[in-house]
């Protein structure tokens, strides 16, 4: 099933990189004859309705390969929490332990027995339930997914069994390991007004106390039809799926009013700092700064900071730290993207030996570089290659292609088309870069979170202690 599932929509990929060539060549073109992206985008045949019960339907019928991809798009991620942190999460667990008509674990079992994929994720602002199947299973898939959604079992019995697992994920996954602390204390220090700051799979005294209560709340609240998105795309016929789809879903019941939390972010007014004790092997450091929400007109330009500081091994970061000065075994940065804010963080692991204070010091010397003497044109160029073969490979599977279509409706209300992405990509100048950088990745405005080991804390203490002394104050 593996070669299946993952096989890559061959005709679609040729189409979309032959147009994309056709563009990337076009740059060369002279400025009187303003180049345009011939790149072909699927999603011109989408089919898209909204049930009587609030239900958002998106349909993309495509007979290339035998597979469908199924996603139900959840507008609820662990932001919508307003009493128990870590209750979106939970539910993503639950969904899977039975239902008034199905057995637990049954869905999953259906699923993978005709050799298909089924699973889920949580994040900060949605929560997305996904299956990949042949053509003659999607049947199947629609009355499964109709049942859980309707009649799932939110029993004391189901929550005490969920809750133990999600407990230990977080040991495992969070607790237990130095990038998982250093970075769940990096967003509670960057967001710390707003509800992105709590982990998605929430803090463990409150995944210890959710009640049964709490989860059905939160259950008729979210789940509710007028909150949901179901996407197909791939080898279906769109009338009969359509009908079948209406029948399955259109009992789902419609939520009065889905509330959502009014904390805005608050802007950050001077530099934090945090450590975190924790026997890691080498000192860590993450840092973040507060950027736009996804959307926003400088979100590409970010995207190209981001590539031209660690995207591969010719980036800015991994030649001066891991390369040229040895002194990081990696060292990275990103632009993270949400509904109502966005992170722009970065990350390095000292070599053993190495001071974190200098890995820190050079780290923030090539990213204030940028934003006092910019990026080269080579720079730049190259950056945008490496987005757009990205972004178009992104799509060549039907998987993709339905999360793109998920993501891009819960967010924006529509799928912006390719040759729009592209000419974003494009747009951003090498001014435009050093400019956002200075804007939003000011000293002043960092977040600074180290892991350490207890050793290291002592001998800071110890430090500390030698100046108090020398200078007669008592700590």
């Known amino acids: 099933m593996d070669a299946l599932i993952i096989v890559t929509v061959a005709t679609l990929l040729t189409s979309l990189l032959v147009g994309f060539s056709v563009g990337l060549a076009a740059e060369t073109a002279s400025a ?24 958002r339907v998106v349909l993309l019928e495509d007979h290339r390969t035998p597979v469908v991809a199924l996603q139900i798009w959840v507008d609820a991620g662990s932001s919508d929490e307003s009493f128990y942190t870590g209750i979106a999460h939970l539910f993503e667990h639950m969904m899977f332990k039975g239902s008034k008509n199905i057995d637990p674990e049954v869905h999953a079992q259906l699923i993978n027995a005709r050799g298909g994929r089924i699973n889920a994720y949580t994040n900060r602002d949605v929560t997305v339930y996904h299956e990949d199947v042949t053509a ?23 929550l005490d069994s969920e809750r133990e697992v999600v407990l230990e994920e977080r040991r495992l996954r969070t ?25 998605v799979i929430g803090w463990r005294s409150d995944v210890e106390q959710v009640t049964v209560e709490a989860c059905q709340d939160f259950f008729d609240t979210y789940y509710a039809a007028n909150n949901l998105t179901l996407v197909i795309v791939g080898d279906f016929q769109t009338d009969p799926t359509m009908k079948q789809i209406e029948r399955a879903f259109g009992r789902l019941p419609t939520a009065e009013s889905i509330p959502r939390n009014p904390t805005v972010v608050v802007a950050q007014r001077g530099a ?16 973040g700064w507060h950027a736009p929400e996804t959307g926003h007109p400088d979100g590409e330009a970010l995207d190209l900071a981001s590539q031209i500081l660690s995207g591969g091994r010719s980036s800015r970061l991994y030649r001066s730290l891991v390369h040229e000065k040895e002194l990081a075994l990696y060292a990275h940065g990103s632009y993270w993207e949400f509904t109502d804010a966005g992170m722009f963080y970065a990350s390095a692991g000292a070599r053993p030996g190495v ?47 339905a999360s793109r ?71």
Not at 438 to 452: F, G, H
């Open 32 to 55: 009187e004859e303003p180049s345009r992206p011939a790149v072909r985008d699927p999603i011109e045949n989408l089919f898209e309705t909204k049930l009587a019960n609030g239900l």
């Open 136 to 158: 003659e299973s999607l049947p199947l898939v629609i009355d499964l997914e109709a049942e859980r959604f309707l009649n799932l079992d939110i029993s004391q019995s189901t």
């Open 175 to 199: 607790e237990d390991t130095p990038n998982g602390r250093g970075f769940e204390a990096l967003t509670a220090l960057v967001w710390k007004a707003h509800p992105y700051r709590w982990p």
């Open 272 to 287: 934090r700092r945090s450590d975190v004790y924790f026997d890691a092997k080498i000192p860590l450091l993450f840092a």
């Open 355 to 401: 001071s974190l204070d200098e890995v820190e010091a050079l780290f923030m010397a090539e990213i204030d570089r940028i934003g006092t003497d910019g990026v080269s044109e080579e720079e730049v160029a190259r950056a945008r290659r490496q987005m757009e073969v990205a972004l178009v490979n992104r799509f060549a599977t039907n998987h993709s292609m």
């Open 405 to 475: 279509i998920g993501r891009e409706i819960v967010s924006f209300g529509r799928v912006r088309p390719l040759s729009e992405r592209i000419e974003a990509i494009r747009g951003v100048t090498a001014a435009d870069i050093q400019r956002v950088v200075a804007t939003y990745l000011k000293p002043e405005s960092r977040s600074i979170i180290r892991v350490i080991a207890p050793e290291s804390r002592s001998a800071v203490n110890a430090e500390l202690d030698s100046v108090a002394s020398r200078e007669g104050v008592t700590r």
